[in-house]
């Protein structure tokens, strides 16, 4: 069984900064692709970002890109999200996923989800 533990989340002010760390750990085969996602409240759960399995590459939805950046260490099943000039509309719970396969962008190309994580940015 694989576990899957965020960290990191909190309470910013608009335009402040927080990372969020994730790890994967239990029956761990390989290195897995890993991803981001936020869900706030009323809403559907929506893609924020992704590392592939090595890390040469990342992926970012556009709501993100230039403001957040995902990182992993190298031959580990860990990730950091580092978001850097928060907005209101950031506040969500954050969730990390693992993937067998791809750095996907659809909740269903994860196999395995944290219970994530409360990020509120306030005004």
């Known amino acids: 069984q694989v576990h899957v533990v965020e960290s990191g989340g909190g309470l910013v002010q608009a335009g402040g900064s927080l990372t969020l760390s994730c790890a994967a750990s239990g029956r761990t085969s390989s290195n897995y692709a890993m991803g981001w996602f936020r869900q706030a409240p009323g809403k559907e759960r929506e893609f924020v970002a992704a590392?592939?399995?090595?890390?040469?590459?990342?992926f970012y939805a556009d709501s993100v890109k230039g403001r957040f950046t995902i990182s992993r260490d190298k031959g580990k099943n860990t990730s950091n999200l580092q978001m850097n000039s928060l907005k209101p509309e950031d506040t969500a719970v954050y969730y990390c996923a693992a993937s067998e396969t791809l750095a996907g962008w659809r909740t269903d190309q994860y196999n395995y989800w944290g219970q994530g994580t409360q990020v509120a940015v306030s005004s």
């Open positions: 590392v592939s399995w090595n890390g040469a590459r990342t």
